[in-house]
């Protein structure tokens, strides 16, 4: 069988590329988005060239769209093993996980210790904004995207805190930027954003049209929509960031939760490629060919999909292998059922989200046969004289796993 190759690649095999385009854009089965852009050349848009995205679902396309839905329900098969505690944990970790990630895709360092401390409704951090709407994806408490003013009103969701500390980045039109902004790699010039806030506007109404589509599957829809929206670039920071969140939020509603949440995991192993599908894609010698990006980012996806896979794989044997140890002592150390009950839990937040250890008040949520915080702290007490679990801090009063436990399970 051929192989599908890139136009440009065509074009420097001397092969008639303008013809090769025509049958392409006019394939019965080829999706015309009708999102036009100016193709880039050495960071500068070319303007006598203007293109519409368009995108032929070859079979790598489709093969890859089928193992993606595949994983996720071999994701959720593993997720359906696992006890509350452990799920709520993980969860919260992996979204910890996608965060810094995301942040450092740009740039940005961040600690998961930062992201935990953010997600304390009591504090207002730098990183708030982006954790809250991280959670909404967690929680299903996602929006329909219906106008620009939305786009702008998640925007500052996210980062108005961010805008504060860094007031050069604040937007200065009705929507936003006014200003030019070119992306460099800190050489040159990689890409220029659209050229003006009428421009942004008339370019993300066309997004969100295209968002609402019917007619194109989700998963290639979402991957151009990811590619459009990093080309308009409507703000002066923040973009992919945004751009990722996006993404995400669209891949947790089709797909799964953990699919969402591990997508700037598996790019940030592999920035370079991550960069090169933009830049590829946007190349006047490739007509507005989206494809091969698709192709990239559905890669991507299942990336993520395989590193969660093996994660909960090897989280939930080592579960199970807790689980038996709690059994084995349970007599020597004369446990109760519900002290049994209450270790376990902690070993779960150990061995899912260990920088995270869980406070007195959560616990009760997971403990069954106990409403009192006095009656639970009876038995924490008990389980710290024992050895089996320890006192992080006093205000709020935090506790994990033992030296002792850690030991079995490290």
């Known amino acids: ?213 019917k007619d194109i599957p989700s998963l290639l829809k979402a991957s151009i929509v990811h590619y459009y929206f990093e080309y308009i670039h409507p703000f002066y920071d923040g973009n992919g960031r945004f751009g990722r969140f996006l993404f995400s939020m669209y891949l947790a509603r089709k797909v799964d939760i953990y699919t969402g949440l591990s997508l700037s995991y598996s790019i940030f192993e592999d920035r370079k490629k991550y960069a090169e599908l933009f830049l590829n894609t946007s190349k006047v010698k490739n007509y507005g060919e989206v494809t091969f990006f698709v192709i990239g980012m559905l890669n991507f996806i299942v990336n993520g999909q395989e590193s969660i896979i093996q994660m909960l794989k090897d989280k939930i044997l080592k579960l199970n292998y807790a689980e038996k140890y709690i059994d084995s002592i349970e007599t020597s150390y004369s446990l109760s059922e519900i002290e049994c009950n209450i270790l376990f839990i902690y070993i779960q937040n150990y061995i899912f989200a260990k920088e995270n250890p869980l406070p007195d008040k959560e616990l009760l949520k997971y403990v069954k046969g106990i409403k009192s915080i006095q009656t639970l702290r009876r038995h924490l007490d008990n389980l710290t004289t024992l050895d089996l679990i320890t006192l992080v801090s006093k205000k709020p009063l935090i506790r994990t796993i033992s030296n002792t436990i850690k030991e079995v399970l490290d």
């Open 1 to 213: 069988m051929a192989q599908y190759e890139s136009l440009e690649k065509l074009h420097f095999k001397g092969e008639n590329v303008v013809e090769e385009y025509q049958k392409r854009i006019e394939n019965c089965c080829t999706y015309n988005t009708e999102l036009k852009i100016y193709p880039i050349l050495r960071g500068e848009r070319v303007v006598k060239e203007q293109y519409s995205l368009f995108c032929l679902p070859i079979n790598e396309i489709n093969l890859l769209q089928e193992k993606i839905f595949l994983n996720s329900k071999e994701i959720m098969e593993l997720d359906s093993e696992l006890p509350a505690a452990a799920k709520f944990a993980c969860i919260n970790d992996i979204m910890t996980n996608e965060i810094t990630k995301t942040n450092g895709i740009e740039g940005v360092h961040s600690t998961k210790k930062e992201i935990y401390e953010s997600m304390d409704q009591k504090k207002t951090t730098r990183y708030s904004g982006i954790v809250n709407k991280y959670t909404q994806i967690i929680l299903n408490n996602v929006e329909n995207i219906d106008s620009p003013e939305q786009i702008r009103k998640m925007y500052d969701d996210i980062f108005l805190e961010d805008i504060l500390k860094n007031p050069e980045n604040k937007l200065d039109g009705t929507l936003f930027r006014k200003g030019r902004i070119n992306v460099s790699n800190g050489a040159s010039n990689m890409h220029s954003g659209d050229p003006s806030e009428n421009t942004i506007i008339e370019h993300i109404s066309d997004l969100i049209k295209f968002m609402n589509r």
